[in-house]
């Protein structure tokens, strides 16, 4: 039954790509929330990565609009099904408002769905270029179709008031807004676009800082009155469980996520579960098995080349979905899925269940195309037609022989299936294809279960050796695993200010000298001079996670011990080597202070931070040096000791035998994306820390970063942020003792706080992600890590707790 559907709405067009559509839309989506009003996100086209980005902005899935994947008739429906219960809908755009596919007058635009849901349109237009031919423009824009309602501009990148003022005169519209340019706000891009917020640590205070950037110069109040003239709406809302039916059960369906694979329609994961299926997520980054009980497996879409290596190091995984998928278990693999299956990608390792391997190409394949069933299998039958696109920049080294093919495209054959295992590049809306969730789920119910994960071992509470073990999960949990659409980050450590002009301007030096191979040599010149040493003994690595790897594999140490509570990569890297590594813990009695004692005296390799993570506690540097010996190497991992005033106990002039300090300019200058870290020791352990580095492991932009982190408007800077650190600490540290929270005494951009079991849990119900500490050796669950945030960012924080307490 068609009902009348009354939903204020507008879509966020622009004449072209490139207009600032994605910042306006993002931004109003934030500043509409941060009203107080409940907003629905949606995107126009098959785009996985805006929505994700909506998705923070607004606390809800981002949807998409596609007729050509899902159908003409099903657009107002499923509008009015990603916006139920909320108070407007924003819909984004795609390319320029009346650019479609190719060859059908415009199908699939921006216009087309603005004039099937009967929706007003906004123009986001750039004026950096031009002054009156923006009126031309956007009257051109207006007057081309009759059935597409254009009702405002946002003039977007204004520079000059005298042109501002030009520009206005021309046009015959309302202005909404006029938003300045702020190159800050700019979000970073990869070979298929934009970085997905779910690969950015930053995410969440990139659109924060959106939202009130639009909410500043756009006149929300005149947003929303053009919203409320939107019609009604002649449409009932998409409903999945009229789309498909129950199957008894329950079968666990595991649908992998991550960093790696963040491109999936929310739509296909509510079609599982109305079909009766238990949708379970996991990370192929970490996670060493699949969920407990997997009876099927779903691999979508994302960025496998950019974790290729990550990928291949979780050996445990790949040889489980090799044998379960081999095995018979049903498997639905899109683009990156499949490239997980394959042999190997860009030659590293995958899977191998399909018998051909991958690499990067120079040509990008984009194609929006009408795909045939080649046969019968999982999802399909000969000659079925389904709507998908494509859109990937690897391209397969060879076909994969002994397979049927997946789909006709164009008259190519593409991908591989069977009656359990279904691949290929072309990505495809379920919404539009319900059958496809139908026979997945009938398979999954008939399936067989995979064995789920071993237990965990607990960790030792005692001065003793640790055998490696299978399954180092807890090593490998790291922050940003907390993150997720819409949480507040309280969770990963990097510094949220806007990195600095001259810190932006290297990296983009870097990126334009990046057509040579990397040379380091600079950076270390630099890096000596900072730290008063000479240039051998310095090694730049990418992050210093690469400087743990390379100590682990230095030396074939007898006898290894890694203080705790400490960050936990060092002691996984050691493992990965296979080493045996004693855990020596400070006691919660001493304020996780270091005891030098209690280090065992045979030990060749001692392994501490400073100030800890996630203690935050300051070691004094005379401790540390105490714990030096003849033929012992101290390694002093000072992440974070630019977060502390002065630099205060660090040991990185220190030119003292047997020790070496790491650090990384991550967190203080926000480029954990970049990995740029480095080694200062004595040159012969330096050489033998080079001499296992992988060539040009550190790249150029890299290599720049680290040169400008060094220089001094790098110090002075450093020095301003840690003091406002200090301040902010302060704040966060008084707030919590106001509540009776226990807080351990920290000199770094977090402290850990003893919130109670249970609360960290609470506190994410309520939007806020803290980092979890039991995974920490020597915490446990009534332990949170807490990052040191502005003031009223900590505000948020605390009313958010004081919110769990009144409900507990």
Same mark, same amino acid.
């Given at each position: 039954m068609v009902t009348q559907a009354h939903l204020p709405r507008l879509v966020v067009a622009a004449p072209s790509?490139?207009?600032?559509?994605?910042?306006?839309?993002?931004?109003?989506?934030?500043?509409?929330?941060?009203? /107080?009003?409940?907003?629905?996100? %949606?995107? @126009? $086209?098959?785009?996985? +990565?805006? *929505?994700?980005?909506?998705?923070? =902005?607004? !606390?809800?899935? /981002?949807?998409?609009?596609?007729? %050509?994947? @899902? $159908?003409?008739?099903? +657009?107002? *429906?499923?509008?009015?099904?990603? =916006?139920? !219960?909320?108070?407007?809908?924003?819909?984004?755009?795609?390319?320029?408002?009346?650019?479609?596919?190719?060859?059908?007058?415009?199908?699939?635009?921006?216009?087309?769905?603005?004039?099937?849901?009967?929706?007003?349109?906004?123009?986001?237009?750039?004026?950096?270029?031009?002054?009156?031919?923006?009126?031309?423009?956007?009257?051109?824009?207006?007057?081309?179709?009759?059935?597409?309602?254009?009702?405002?501009?946002?003039?977007?990148?204004?520079?000059?008031?005298?042109?501002?003022?030009?520009?206005?005169?021309?046009?015959?519209?309302?202005?909404l807004g006029v938003v300045p340019r702020e190159e800050s706000l700019a979000t970073p891009s990869r070979h298929l676009g934009l970085v997905p917020a779910a690969e950015r640590d930053e995410a969440t205070a990139l659109v924060a800082r959106l939202g009130e950037h639009v909410a500043k110069h756009v006149d929300l109040d005149a947003v929303l009155d053009v919203a409320r003239t939107a019609p009604a709406l002649d449409a009932t809302p998409w409903d999945p469980a009229r789309e498909v039916s129950p199957v008894p059960g329950g079968p666990v369906v595991a649908v992998a996520g991550g960093r790696a694979f963040t491109f999936a329609y929310a739509e296909t994961e509510e079609l599982l579960a109305a079909a009766g299926c238990r949708v379970v997520r996991f990370d192929p980054l970490t996670d060493r098995a699949l969920p407990d009980g997997t009876q099927a497996l779903l691999l979508g879409g994302g960025f496998p080349e950019e974790h290729a290596r990550e990928l291949a190091r979780n050996t445990a995984l790949l040889a489980q979905v090799r044998?379960?998928?081999?095995?018979?278990?049903?498997?639905?693999?899109?683009?990156?899925?499949?490239?997980?299956?394959?042999?190997?990608?860009?030659?590293?390792?995958?899977?191998?269940?399909?018998?051909?391997?991958?690499?990067?190409?120079?040509?990008?394949?984009?194609?929006?195309?009408?795909?045939r069933a080649v046969g019968d299998s999982l999802l399909t039958r000969a000659g079925e037609e389904v709507r998908g696109h494509e859109f990937h920049?690897?391209?397969?080294?060879?076909?994969?022989?002994?397979?049927?093919?997946?789909?006709?495209?164009?008259?190519?054959?593409?991908?591989?299936?069977?009656?359990?295992?279904?691949?290929?590049?072309?990505?495809?809306?379920?919404?539009?294809?319900?059958?496809?969730?139908?026979?997945?789920?009938?398979?999954?119910?008939?399936?067989?279960?995979?064995?789920?994960?071993?237990?965990?071992?607990?960790?030792?509470?005692?001065?003793?050796?640790?055998?490696?073990?299978?399954?180092?999960?807890?090593?490998?949990?790291?922050?940003?695993?907390?993150?997720?659409?819409?949480?507040?980050?309280?969770?990963?450590?990097v510094h949220p200010e806007p990195r600095p002009a001259w810190l932006e301007r290297a990296l983009a030096e870097g990126v334009r000298a990046s057509t040579s191979y990397p040379d380091p040599a600079a950076a270390r010149v630099a890096i000596a001079e900072l730290h008063r040493r000479r240039p051998d003994e310095v090694l730049v690595t990418a992050g210093a996670a690469e400087a743990f790897e390379l100590v682990a594999r230095w030396k074939q140490w007898r006898h290894v011990v890694v203080v705790h509570p400490q960050f936990t990569e060092p002691h996984a890297a050691l493992e990965r080597a296979g080493h045996?590594?004693?855990?020596?813990?400070?006691?919660?009695?001493?304020?996780?202070?270091l005891d030098p004692a209690a280090v065992p005296e045979d030990a060749d390799l001692v392994v501490l931070g400073n100030p800890t993570n996630p203690t935050g506690v300051l070691h004094p540097a005379a401790e540390i040096l105490r714990l030096r010996r003849p033929k012992r190497v101290v390694l002093v991992d000072e992440a974070f000791i630019?977060?502390?005033?002065?630099?205060?106990?660090?040991?990185?002039?220190?030119?003292?035998?047997?020790?070496?300090?790491?650090?990384?300019?991550?967190?203080?200058?926000?480029?954990?994306?970049?990995?740029?870290?480095?080694?200062?020791?004595?040159?012969?352990?330096?050489?033998?820390?080079?001499?296992?580095?992988?060539?040009?492991?550190?790249?150029?932009?890299?290599?720049?970063?680290?040169?400008?982190?060094?220089?001094?408007?790098?110090?002075?800077?450093?020095?301003?942020?840690?003091?406002r650190i200090a301040g902010w600490r302060s704040v966060l540290v008084a707030g919590l003792a106001e509540r009776g929270v226990e807080v351990v005494e920290s000199q770094a951009s977090f402290v850990l706080a003893r919130l109670g079991d249970g609360a960290r849990a609470a506190l994410r119900e309520r939007g806020v992600a803290v980092r979890r500490a039991d995974t920490f050796p020597g915490l446990d669950g009534s332990w949170a890590r807490i990052a040191v945030r502005p003031p009223e960012t900590t505000a948020l924080l605390l009313a958010a707790l004081d919110a769990a307490r009144l409900q507990a």
């Amino acid at each position: 039954m068609v009902t009348q559907a009354h939903l204020p709405r507008l879509v966020v067009a622009a004449p072209s790509t490139g207009q600032g559509k994605t910042t306006v839309a993002t931004g109003l989506m934030a500043a509409l929330r941060a009203r /107080g009003l409940e907003v629905s996100g %949606h995107k @126009v $086209g098959p785009d996985y +990565i805006d *929505p994700g980005y909506h998705a923070v =902005a607004t !606390g809800r899935p /981002g949807r998409n609009l596609d007729p %050509h994947q @899902v $159908g003409e008739e099903r +657009i107002g *429906p499923l509008l009015l099904h990603g =916006a139920r !219960g909320a108070d407007v809908a924003v819909v984004e755009g795609v390319m320029g408002l009346h650019d479609g596919r190719l060859g059908t007058d415009g199908f699939a635009s921006t216009a087309h769905v603005a004039a099937l849901t009967r929706t007003p349109v906004v123009l986001v237009v750039d004026i950096a270029r031009m002054s009156r031919s923006v009126g031309a423009l956007v009257a051109g824009m207006a007057a081309y179709d009759p059935a597409v309602e254009v009702v405002g501009v946002v003039l977007n990148r204004a520079g000059s008031p005298r042109n501002v003022e030009e520009v206005r005169r021309s046009l015959h519209l309302p202005v909404l807004g006029v938003v300045p340019r702020e190159e800050s706000l700019a979000t970073p891009s990869r070979h298929l676009g934009l970085v997905p917020a779910a690969e950015r640590d930053e995410a969440t205070a990139l659109v924060a800082r959106l939202g009130e950037h639009v909410a500043k110069h756009v006149d929300l109040d005149a947003v929303l009155d053009v919203a409320r003239t939107a019609p009604a709406l002649d449409a009932t809302p998409w409903d999945p469980a009229r789309e498909v039916s129950p199957v008894p059960g329950g079968p666990v369906v595991a649908v992998a996520g991550g960093r790696a694979f963040t491109f999936a329609y929310a739509e296909t994961e509510e079609l599982l579960a109305a079909a009766g299926c238990r949708v379970v997520r996991f990370d192929p980054l970490t996670d060493r098995a699949l969920p407990d009980g997997t009876q099927a497996l779903l691999l979508g879409g994302g960025f496998p080349e950019e974790h290729a290596r990550e990928l291949a190091r979780n050996t445990a995984l790949l040889a489980q979905v090799r044998d379960a998928v081999r095995g018979g278990l049903p498997t639905v693999a899109e683009c990156a899925g499949m490239l997980y299956l394959l042999d190997s990608l860009d030659d590293t390792p995958m899977a191998g269940v399909i018998g051909t391997s991958a690499a990067m190409s120079e040509r990008l394949v984009l194609r929006y195309p009408v795909a045939r069933a080649v046969g019968d299998s999982l999802l399909t039958r000969a000659g079925e037609e389904v709507r998908g696109h494509e859109f990937h920049r690897t391209a397969l080294t060879r076909a994969a022989r002994g397979w049927t093919p997946a789909w006709e495209v164009d008259r190519e054959l593409i991908g591989v299936a069977s009656p359990t295992l279904h691949a290929s590049y072309l990505h495809l809306h379920w919404a539009g294809h319900p059958q496809l969730a139908r026979r997945f789920t009938e398979a999954a119910a008939a399936a067989a279960p995979v064995a789920g994960p071993p237990l965990a071992e607990p960790e030792p509470t005692a001065v003793e050796p640790q055998e490696p073990q299978e399954s180092t999960d807890p090593l490998l949990h790291h922050g940003d695993r907390e993150l997720g659409p819409g949480l507040l980050d309280l969770a990963v450590n990097v510094h949220p200010e806007p990195r600095p002009a001259w810190l932006e301007r290297a990296l983009a030096e870097g990126v334009r000298a990046s057509t040579s191979y990397p040379d380091p040599a600079a950076a270390r010149v630099a890096i000596a001079e900072l730290h008063r040493r000479r240039p051998d003994e310095v090694l730049v690595t990418a992050g210093a996670a690469e400087a743990f790897e390379l100590v682990a594999r230095w030396k074939q140490w007898r006898h290894v011990v890694v203080v705790h509570p400490q960050f936990t990569e060092p002691h996984a890297a050691l493992e990965r080597a296979g080493h045996r590594v004693t855990v020596v813990h400070c006691r919660a009695e001493d304020g996780y202070r270091l005891d030098p004692a209690a280090v065992p005296e045979d030990a060749d390799l001692v392994v501490l931070g400073n100030p800890t993570n996630p203690t935050g506690v300051l070691h004094p540097a005379a401790e540390i040096l105490r714990l030096r010996r003849p033929k012992r190497v101290v390694l002093v991992d000072e992440a974070f000791i630019d977060t502390v005033e002065g630099e205060r106990e660090s040991l990185a002039k220190d030119r003292r035998r047997g020790l070496l300090v790491v650090r990384s300019l991550t967190k203080h200058w926000s480029l954990p994306g970049i990995r740029v870290g480095y080694v200062v020791g004595n040159e012969r352990s330096i050489a033998g820390l080079a001499a296992r580095q992988v060539p040009w492991s550190v790249s150029t932009p890299a290599i720049h970063a680290a040169t400008a982190c060094t220089g001094p408007a790098a110090v002075a800077e450093a020095a301003r942020r840690a003091a406002r650190i200090a301040g902010w600490r302060s704040v966060l540290v008084a707030g919590l003792a106001e509540r009776g929270v226990e807080v351990v005494e920290s000199q770094a951009s977090f402290v850990l706080a003893r919130l109670g079991d249970g609360a960290r849990a609470a506190l994410r119900e309520r939007g806020v992600a803290v980092r979890r500490a039991d995974t920490f050796p020597g915490l446990d669950g009534s332990w949170a890590r807490i990052a040191v945030r502005p003031p009223e960012t900590t505000a948020l924080l605390l009313a958010a707790l004081d919110a769990a307490r009144l409900q507990a």
